[in-house]
Protein backbone atom coordinates (compact mmCIF):
# COMPACT_ATOMS: atom_id res chain seq x y z
CA UNK A 1 0.00 0.00 0.00
CA UNK A 2 2.59 2.19 0.78
CA UNK A 3 3.90 2.22 -2.88
CA UNK A 4 0.32 3.58 -4.22
CA UNK A 5 0.20 7.08 -5.15
CA UNK A 6 -3.08 9.39 -3.86
CA UNK A 7 -5.08 8.60 -6.55
CA UNK A 8 -4.52 4.97 -6.47
CA UNK A 9 -4.58 4.69 -2.93
CA UNK A 10 -8.01 6.12 -3.11
CA UNK A 11 -9.37 3.64 -6.18
CA UNK A 12 -8.40 0.73 -4.21
CA UNK A 13 -9.85 2.11 -0.35
CA UNK A 14 -13.26 3.04 -2.14
CA UNK A 15 -14.96 0.03 -2.74
CA UNK A 16 -14.08 -1.43 0.36
CA UNK A 17 -15.03 1.77 2.52
CA UNK A 18 -18.11 2.11 0.99
CA UNK A 19 -19.24 -1.68 1.25
CA UNK A 20 -18.28 -1.32 4.66
CA UNK A 21 -20.04 1.65 5.56
CA UNK A 22 -23.33 0.82 3.52
CA UNK A 23 -23.40 -3.13 5.21
CA UNK A 24 -23.05 -2.05 8.49
CA UNK A 25 -25.66 -0.17 8.39
CA UNK A 26 -28.19 -2.32 6.57
CA UNK A 27 -26.99 -4.50 9.23
CA UNK A 28 -28.88 -3.09 11.44
CA UNK A 29 -32.10 -2.04 9.75
CA UNK A 30 -32.33 -5.80 9.18
CA UNK A 31 -31.56 -7.40 12.36
CA UNK A 32 -34.09 -4.85 13.58
CA UNK A 33 -36.97 -5.42 11.19
CA UNK A 34 -36.16 -9.16 12.45
CA UNK A 35 -36.91 -7.53 16.07
CA UNK A 36 -40.66 -6.32 14.76
CA UNK A 37 -39.14 -2.59 14.01
CA UNK A 38 -40.12 -2.06 10.00
CA UNK A 39 -38.94 1.45 10.28
CA UNK A 40 -35.66 1.23 8.21
CA UNK A 41 -37.72 -0.87 5.32
CA UNK A 42 -40.67 1.36 5.38
CA UNK A 43 -37.33 5.33 4.70
CA UNK A 44 -35.95 2.58 1.88
CA UNK A 45 -32.61 2.26 3.92
CA UNK A 46 -32.45 -1.70 3.66
CA UNK A 47 -30.95 -0.79 0.79
CA UNK A 48 -27.55 -1.65 -1.11
CA UNK A 49 -27.16 1.53 -2.69
CA UNK A 50 -24.22 3.42 -0.51
CA UNK A 51 -26.23 6.87 -2.20
CA UNK A 52 -29.03 5.95 0.56
CA UNK A 53 -26.56 5.59 3.45
CA UNK A 54 -23.39 8.06 2.95
CA UNK A 55 -22.63 11.06 5.08
CA UNK A 56 -20.55 13.23 2.55
CA UNK A 57 -18.53 14.39 5.69
CA UNK A 58 -18.33 10.85 7.45
CA UNK A 59 -18.38 8.26 4.70
CA UNK A 60 -16.19 10.36 1.99
CA UNK A 61 -13.95 13.35 3.61
CA UNK A 62 -12.82 12.27 7.04
CA UNK A 63 -11.93 8.41 5.56
CA UNK A 64 -10.01 9.94 2.61
CA UNK A 65 -8.39 12.21 4.20
CA UNK A 66 -7.55 9.79 6.86
CA UNK A 67 -6.57 6.98 4.19
CA UNK A 68 -4.06 9.64 2.35
CA UNK A 69 -2.45 10.94 5.61
CA UNK A 70 -1.96 7.64 7.35
CA UNK A 71 -3.69 6.66 10.96
CA UNK A 72 -6.31 4.87 12.54
CA UNK A 73 -9.49 5.10 9.43
CA UNK A 74 -12.42 5.70 10.20
CA UNK A 75 -15.93 6.99 9.59
CA UNK A 76 -19.38 7.00 9.59
CA UNK A 77 -22.63 6.72 7.64
CA UNK A 78 -26.32 8.77 7.82
CA UNK A 79 -27.92 6.38 11.16
CA UNK A 80 -30.35 4.03 9.73
CA UNK A 81 -33.44 4.79 11.86
CA UNK A 82 -34.63 2.54 14.48
CA UNK A 83 -37.67 3.46 16.92
CA UNK A 84 -36.72 1.71 20.21
CA UNK A 85 -41.02 1.28 21.13
CA UNK A 86 -41.27 -1.01 17.76
CA UNK A 87 -38.95 -3.95 19.15
CA UNK A 88 -40.37 -6.78 20.54
CA UNK A 89 -38.02 -6.60 23.77
CA UNK A 90 -36.59 -3.28 23.20
CA UNK A 91 -33.51 -3.10 25.44
CA UNK A 92 -32.19 -6.93 24.60
CA UNK A 93 -33.40 -5.91 21.00
CA UNK A 94 -31.31 -2.71 20.77
CA UNK A 95 -28.41 -4.74 21.64
CA UNK A 96 -28.89 -6.94 19.05
CA UNK A 97 -29.17 -4.21 16.91
CA UNK A 98 -26.45 -2.33 17.52
CA UNK A 99 -24.00 -5.39 17.31
CA UNK A 100 -25.26 -6.53 14.13
CA UNK A 101 -22.79 -3.38 12.61
CA UNK A 102 -19.47 -4.77 14.12
CA UNK A 103 -20.71 -8.20 13.29
CA UNK A 104 -21.14 -6.97 9.78
CA UNK A 105 -17.78 -5.89 9.62
CA UNK A 106 -16.32 -8.85 11.04
CA UNK A 107 -17.40 -10.97 8.55
CA UNK A 108 -16.59 -8.45 5.80
CA UNK A 109 -13.44 -8.88 7.11
CA UNK A 110 -13.16 -12.48 6.42
CA UNK A 111 -14.69 -11.88 3.10
CA UNK A 112 -12.22 -9.29 1.78
CA UNK A 113 -9.17 -12.25 3.27
CA UNK A 114 -10.94 -14.61 0.15
CA UNK A 115 -10.70 -12.25 -2.45
CA UNK A 116 -7.09 -11.17 -1.40
CA UNK A 117 -6.05 -14.99 -1.55
CA UNK A 118 -7.44 -14.96 -5.38
CA UNK A 119 -5.85 -11.82 -6.11
CA UNK A 120 -2.55 -13.39 -4.29
CA UNK A 121 -3.16 -16.77 -6.68
CA UNK A 122 -3.60 -14.61 -9.72
CA UNK A 123 -0.76 -12.44 -9.19
CA UNK A 124 1.63 -14.01 -11.47
CA UNK A 125 -0.80 -15.20 -14.10
CA UNK A 126 -2.63 -11.92 -14.69
CA UNK A 127 -1.02 -9.26 -12.58
CA UNK A 128 -3.11 -6.61 -13.89
CA UNK A 129 -6.00 -8.22 -12.40
CA UNK A 130 -4.36 -10.28 -8.99
CA UNK A 131 -2.47 -7.02 -8.16
CA UNK A 132 -5.76 -4.83 -7.35
CA UNK A 133 -7.56 -7.83 -5.92
CA UNK A 134 -5.00 -8.38 -3.69
CA UNK A 135 -4.04 -4.79 -3.15
CA UNK A 136 -8.15 -4.18 -2.22
CA UNK A 137 -8.27 -7.57 -0.12
CA UNK A 138 -5.89 -6.13 2.19
CA UNK A 139 -7.73 -3.18 2.13
CA UNK A 140 -10.81 -4.29 2.88
CA UNK A 141 -9.53 -6.06 5.76
CA UNK A 142 -8.08 -3.28 7.17
CA UNK A 143 -11.18 -0.51 7.12
CA UNK A 144 -13.58 -3.65 8.11
CA UNK A 145 -11.52 -4.96 11.45
CA UNK A 146 -11.02 -0.70 12.18
CA UNK A 147 -14.94 -0.15 12.22
CA UNK A 148 -15.61 -2.94 13.94
CA UNK A 149 -13.25 -2.77 16.15
CA UNK A 150 -13.99 1.24 16.89
CA UNK A 151 -17.80 0.95 16.92
CA UNK A 152 -17.49 -1.79 19.81
CA UNK A 153 -15.94 1.10 21.70
CA UNK A 154 -18.59 1.62 24.84
CA UNK A 155 -18.53 5.99 23.80
CA UNK A 156 -21.89 7.14 22.22
CA UNK A 157 -23.15 7.42 19.51
CA UNK A 158 -21.25 3.98 18.71
CA UNK A 159 -22.72 1.06 18.77
CA UNK A 160 -20.61 -0.53 21.66
CA UNK A 161 -22.45 1.93 24.34
CA UNK A 162 -25.64 0.28 22.69
CA UNK A 163 -24.47 -3.02 23.32
CA UNK A 164 -23.94 -2.02 27.24
CA UNK A 165 -26.49 -0.46 27.51
CA UNK A 166 -28.65 -3.59 26.75
CA UNK A 167 -26.91 -5.57 29.70
CA UNK A 168 -26.70 -3.04 32.08
CA UNK A 169 -29.38 -1.68 34.00
CA UNK A 170 -30.85 1.74 32.74
CA UNK A 171 -29.67 3.99 34.71
CA UNK A 172 -26.31 3.18 32.70
CA UNK A 173 -28.55 3.50 29.27
CA UNK A 174 -29.87 7.05 30.43
CA UNK A 175 -25.93 8.64 31.44
CA UNK A 176 -25.15 7.19 27.80
CA UNK A 177 -28.04 8.98 26.32
CA UNK A 178 -26.95 12.25 28.06
CA UNK A 179 -23.27 12.21 26.88
CA UNK A 180 -24.22 11.17 23.41
CA UNK A 181 -23.99 15.13 22.01
CA UNK A 182 -20.35 14.89 23.26
CA UNK A 183 -19.49 11.85 22.24
CA UNK A 184 -17.59 12.14 19.01
CA UNK A 185 -15.85 14.98 20.93
CA UNK A 186 -14.93 12.49 23.08
CA UNK A 187 -14.15 9.90 20.57
CA UNK A 188 -12.00 11.80 18.52
CA UNK A 189 -9.71 14.15 21.59
CA UNK A 190 -9.15 10.30 22.81
CA UNK A 191 -7.62 8.80 19.58
CA UNK A 192 -5.93 12.27 19.23
CA UNK A 193 -3.99 11.85 21.97
CA UNK A 194 -3.64 8.14 22.30
CA UNK A 195 -5.11 7.60 25.09
CA UNK A 196 -7.19 5.44 23.07
CA UNK A 197 -4.78 3.28 21.31
CA UNK A 198 -6.78 0.40 19.46
CA UNK A 199 -3.93 -0.75 17.28
CA UNK A 200 -2.96 -3.25 19.19
CA UNK A 201 -6.42 -4.98 18.65
CA UNK A 202 -6.93 -4.20 15.12
CA UNK A 203 -3.30 -5.29 13.87
CA UNK A 204 -4.18 -8.97 16.13
CA UNK A 205 -7.44 -9.26 14.58
CA UNK A 206 -5.96 -7.83 11.28
CA UNK A 207 -2.81 -10.84 11.84
CA UNK A 208 -5.13 -13.05 12.69
CA UNK A 209 -7.11 -12.97 9.21
CA UNK A 210 -4.06 -12.89 7.13
CA UNK A 211 -2.68 -16.20 9.05
CA UNK A 212 -5.82 -18.07 8.59
CA UNK A 213 -5.66 -17.25 4.88
CA UNK A 214 -2.09 -18.46 4.39
CA UNK A 215 -0.22 -14.65 4.13
Not at 108 to 126: C, E, K, Q, S, Y
Not at 175 to 187: K, Q, W
Not at 201 to 209: A, M, P, S, Y
Request: proline share 8%; net charge positive; hydrophobic share 55%.
Amino acid sequence: MQELNVIQLLVVMAPPLLLAITLHEVAHGWIALRCGDTTAKAQGRLSLNPLRHIDPVGTVLVPALLAVFGGFIFGWAKPVPVNYNRLRQPKRDMALVALAGPGSNLAMAFGWGLMAVIGHGLRDMLPWLGEPLLLMGVAGIDVNVMLGVLNLVPIPPLDGSRVLAGILPDRFGLAMARMEPYGLIVLVLLLASGLLNLMPLVNGIRNFILTLFFF
